[in-house]
DNA sequence: TTTTAATCGATAATAAAATATCGATAAGTA
DNA sequence: TACTTATCGATATTTTATTATCGATTAAAA
């Protein structure tokens, strides 16, 4: 059955999660609704913009208030996904990896890893904040007996596109991919790099021009 | 004195990393030059976008050859301002903290972290990867004896505004920020935000587009 | 009850980014 | 040397994303 598609520009999707923890914020106060200004106030937006992303959720407001905060939160989690569990495989228990394992708090954001990777023989059998780190080629099979849509890799560069392949394998369907790699996959496998370098990039020709201009 | 600014969109700092990367595995065959095209077909981008991004660092290129790879390397290295090293301090030495003290790598892109700081004092006094843990309040005055630049923030939300104010009290010029926190700061202060549950946040949505569209 | 003010939602205008076009140039080939 | 081809660099077009406008709606104040 094919479903409607809604979908929305990535830097939307992108801004989503900001208001989101924006509003887990509020939520611990007694505010009952959120306007699209008091959310752009906040963040040094411009509020129309924001009215606009908060309406790709699909959630309808009401003038004068504005939205609900907790029919809100529930809008762009749903709309994220993130209502829905993900159960994942991490590979590479480096400290990357171990931090990321670390995050209690993925399970918020629809990611639940539930078992970890190395090939190095030195932290395979032991387990990192409950959950046992395996053998890289028990992966494959693993996956697909677990049916795990969602693989995240912190695994060095050199050892990216062999992991990557074997999560294709065992018919992982999404890749967060932390590894300063561009990997060759089928067109199907979503992916999604983080590449920190990037945003390092950003910061640094910015502080360069500052630096000049002085 | 006022050197001439030379700014290019955010979306081409960002890919200008990848196209780094991309160039030195090049530097690792016999390589001489490279072109818009061959890196565009490597990354599946659109070549124009690659010349222009290329172009955008300052470089002149030759008609059927393309860059001279070296000379590319280079005009980006220094157009991101990576091969002036910037001494930083990092805040934060959790699971995070620690995996970003561990990559050595980061003085490729031009960050030098020189100290660490926390407020626990079970890690305050050891070293990591060579760096001594320092408490947290002695940051604003040794960054401003330092003149450090840059500051690293991998500490929990709700620590995260009160080092960012120490940061600023130390004259720190820019600010990558790895707390799902907006921070209040000066104009002046440039500030980078690194927000894994953005990334996340866009790979879990398309996942659901797709499973839901089968 | 009427008026006022704030916000939504839809549409329109603007700005920014990506893609296309095309002449110029240089390397390789006939 | 002349011809062909690949690529650059500049400019133009298209697409995408952001910002502005405006009527409709509703809560609160007069």
Known sequence: ?????????????????????????????????VSARMIADELK??????RKDIQSTGIVGKPKIGFELKELMKSINTFLNWDNLNDAFLVGVGGLGQAILGYESFK?????????FDVNKEVIGRKIRGIEILPLDKLANLAKRMHINIGVMTVPPSAAQEVADQMVEG???AIWNFAPVDLKLPETIILENVLLSQSLGV????????INSI
């Open 45 to 50: 937006m411009d509020p129309i913009l924001v």
């Open 108 to 116: 918020n954001y629809g990611l639940n890893i539930v078992a970890a």
């Open 203 to 210: 910061l640094t020709h910015k502080l360069a021009q500052k």
């Open 171 to 173: 018919n992982i369907q």
């Open 1 to 33: 059955m094919k479903r409607e598609l809604i979908s929305a520009p990535i830097p939307t999707l992108k801004r989503l999660p900001k208001y989101y923890h924006l509003l887990k914020k509020y939520s611990k106060t007694d505010k009952q609704y």
